[in-house]
């Protein structure tokens, strides 16, 4: 149990829509970060937010945004959806004692573009 | 091609064995990471490692950095069938707030 919730599990869209995924971390975790992984496939970074500002981000469109609020929670939003943004989405919020980080993943959202 | 490579794919072994999975660079890392999956799940941090040299622990699991901050090696000693599941490695690219992935190694322990 790492603390870090995520919501929905599973999501079925279709293609054009928008979409917004929900993460939950544990209070005192500024850090949240997010990535998309595709069946078989290694994860891939999205973002990461920290102090709820966007501080890093990988090979992704502008249409993938996000947002971190002050309540240790933040989301995803996807938009004009694609039929390979099916994947499974991870959250992570990351906490940083004498200098050592820990990570805690969320179970994911799966999302299923049609 | 991968930034970061990982070696073997997959491994099958007997339960009590010891094995070891590799994770290599082209790059000097600013940190490198291990995680465990299982199927369609989230992912499970086992450890980070930052120093050149730095080794760690965590139960039967044993991580050691290269003094260049490119290669990784993952040690499970004595495995069991609760060690199976998918091995990952990542890294936070240095200067740069972006993390990278392994492709993955899928571990099987044979009871």
């Known amino acids: 149990e790492t603390g870090v919730t995520q919501s929905p599990t599973h999501l079925i869209k279709t293609r054009g829509q928008q979409v917004t995924l929900r993460c939950s971390s544990q209070s005192g975790h500024n850090t949240v970060s997010w990535y998309q992984q595709a069946l078989g496939q290694g994860p891939q970074f999205i973002f990461q937010?920290?102090?709820?500002?966007?501080?890093g981000r990988g090979n992704f469109p502008p249409r993938f945004s996000g947002l971190q609020f002050p309540n240790y929670s933040s989301e995803l939003n996807v938009n004009a959806l694609e039929l390979d943004d099916s994947a499974l989405y991870l959250c992570?919020?990351?906490?940083?004692?004498?200098?050592?980080?820990?990570?805690?993943f969320g179970p994911g959202t799966r999302l299923l573009v049609l | 091609s991968q930034e970061l490579e990982q070696s073997p794919q997959s491994l099958i072994v007997q339960e009590g064995k010891n094995l070891t999975i590799n994770c290599t660079s082209s790059?000097?890392?600013?940190?490198l990471y291990w995680y465990k999956q299982k199927y369609g799940e989230g992912l499970i941090f086992l450890m980070m490692l930052q120093k050149g040299g730095e080794e760690k622990s965590h139960e039967k699991i044993t991580a050691k950095l290269d003094e260049k901050k490119q290669q990784s090696s993952l040690h499970i000693t004595a495995s069991q069938p609760s060690h199976a599941g998918i091995y990952l490695c990542?890294?936070?690219?240095?200067?740069?707030?972006?993390?990278?992935f392994g492709t993955g190694t899928r571990l099987k322990v044979l009871a």
């Open positions: 990542g890294a936070l690219r240095l200067g740069t707030y972006k993390y990278i």
């Open positions: 992570a919020s990351s906490s940083l004692t004498s200098g050592e980080e820990t990570q805690y």
């Open positions: 790059k000097t890392l600013y940190g």
């Open positions: 937010y920290y102090r709820e500002e966007e501080n």
